[in-house]
């Protein structure tokens, strides 16, 4: 039998390398984080494995799953690794070898396999490691399933069975770029900066972009997993301003950058401005309600306003519904509701039918993007952008705050703003409005003004937002409120960035 895993073990010894190590807090919400060697180790993985086939059979699916692996020096081995457990547990392993995560999913339509489970980071720091997983295509797994597995691996409670195989699925890429390019090319020739950050992404965007009609400038596009410039995450400061440069010296039409594992996109307009992805969702809701009027649209809580109160949304008939932030809970929320689309501020965009699959691709979302503006040939990025009512938004910030006490931290912030609210006690100056309280807390005053505490899924983290719909200083003013309580919990930690 496969040994019980550890907590911890010390690396460089015999039992590092004859027994499983994984730390329980790398099972997240919906998937799986954990520093590689420091939290799990390969043993560590194959566990995993097992205990994922375990759960596949419990849940009564059919006994196969697509695995693929980001571009990081160490994530071939992993998946290997746990290729080894699911075929333990009687599972068919289908390998599409190096590959963005959309592309497993894709596999998982195109080959007609139920499960998938891809090893990838992320958009995380070198380091780390993780797994995206699902059962039922287009969702992936949720809290409810993630617990279940957590008592497998932890507990021990592996089930063998035979039947397990594996098989290489050769040059899978060119089935998904085929898949995105058999289309008519665009009308409106763009020139498009695709930044991919030295990640995965860098193999396949410029490719399907140039497929598309588009001349192509890359940026930092050579698979190099050091990251040498900055770390590929379309929310990191440092990549947006690198997209801005590239636009504003080549006079490109847009920057589209992709993150590590290519499941989401950002997005710098003509003039060099960097536009957080809820504006952009804000801006493909306005294109495609007008192609679809009375649709629906999903946005996480960390997202702008604007989805529920702008003047052209609301003329198209659109219905907003703000829901947990999320991959999995989106993807599961669009599905739920038959929604045309949704859209997380972290980039991630969920396209449904008749657009989409509904599961989450960067450059799905690219393509969408380069889509709109060649629906709207009169007007650059820049102009679409004006059009939106003016808002004032933060970047998210991420207060360092340990995985064993995030959540506990957050529900005291929630229940400090509640008991304000029954109060009747002010938040910057003015009266709270609403509160949100379906993943964390997001607090609205009488001017629209709001802010959003929360933890985050899989970093040890929490999520800070704010924005205001009157001035900036409103929107600062927030954020000052915001920090000032959750600086009354000593376990909150400094920010990664900040306004």
């Not at 007008?290 to 702008?310: E, H, M, N, Q, R």
């Not at 703000?322 to 997380?344: D, M, N, P, Q």
Request: glycine share 10%; aromatic share 10%.
């Amino acid at each position: 039998m496969f040994p019980k895993p550890a907590a911890q073990l010390k690396p460089n010894t015999y039992a590092f390398e004859s027994s499983p190590m994984v730390k329980a807090t790398g099972f997240r919400e919906y998937d799986a984080r954990w520093l590689f060697e420091t939290e799990i180790n390969l043993m560590g993985m194959q566990a995993l494995g097992l205990g994922l086939g375990t759960l596949f059979h419990e849940m009564g699916v059919k006994p196969e799953t697509v695995t693929g692996h980001d571009f990081r020096s160490y994530s071939a081995s992993i998946k290997y690794a746990l290729a080894t457990g699911l075929m333990a547990a009687g599972i068919k392993v289908h390998d599409i070898g190096l590959a963005l995560t959309p592309m497993a999913y894709f596999a998982q339509f195109d080959l007609d396999v139920a499960g998938v489970a891809m090893v990838t980071a992320s958009h995380n720091d070198n380091g780390w490691t993780g797994v995206k997983m699902g059962s039922k295509r287009p969702v992936t797994f949720g809290p409810g399933e993630m617990s279940r597995l957590k008592e497998i691996v932890l507990q021990g409670k592996f089930r063998y069975a035979e039947g397990g195989a594996y098989r290489f699925v050769e040059d899978f890429p060119a089935r998904y770029i085929c898949d995105l390019t058999n289309r008519p090319k665009l009308k409106r020739k763009l020139k498009v900066v695709a930044a991919c950050g030295n990640g995965t992404a860098g193999a396949f965007a410029p490719r399907v972009l140039e497929a598309l009609g588009c001349e192509v400038v890359p940026l930092d596009t050579d698979l190099d997993f050091t990251f040498p410039h900055y770390n590929p995450n379309t929310e990191d400061l440092h990549m947006l301003h690198a997209m801005a440069e590239k636009v504003r010296e080549t006079s490109a039409d847009i920057a589209l950058g992709f993150d590590g594992d290519g499941d989401r996109c950002g997005v710098v307009d003509n003039k060099g401005n960097e536009i957080f992805a809820d504006k952009i969702g804000v801006m493909l809701a306005r294109d495609l309600s007008k192609i679809y009027p009375g649709s629906t649209f999903v946005c996480d809580v960390k997202s702008t306003g604007l989805f529920a109160t702008d003047p052209v949304l609301r003329a198209n008939g659109a219905q907003a519904d703000y829901w947990k932030t999320g991959h999995s809970y989106i993807k599961r929320r669009v599905a739920e509701l038959h929604a045309l689309a949704g859209f997380e501020k972290s980039g991630h965009y969920f396209f449904n039918a008749p657009i989409g699959r509904g599961y989450d691709d960067g450059i799905v979302t690219a393509i969408h993007i380069l889509d709109m503006l060649d629906r709207n040939p009169r007007n650059s990025m820049a102009e679409l952008y004006d059009a939106l009512p003016k808002t004032y938004g933060s970047p998210t910030m991420s207060p360092h705050c340990a995985d064993e006490v995030k959540y506990a931290v957050v529900d005291k912030v929630t229940v400090r703003f509640e008991a304000m609210w029954a109060k009747g006690e002010p938040l910057t100056g003015q009266m709270i409005r609403d509160l949100v309280t379906v993943n964390g807390v997001r607090v609205t005053v009488e001017d629209g003004t709001w802010g959003l505490v929360r933890a985050s899924s899989n970093k040890p983290e929490l999520v800070v937002v704010v924005e205001s719909p009157v001035s900036e200083a409103r929107m600062r003013q927030m954020f000052a409120a915001v920090d000032k309580i959750l600086r009354e919990n000593p376990e909150v930690g400094a920010y990664n960035q900040t306004i």
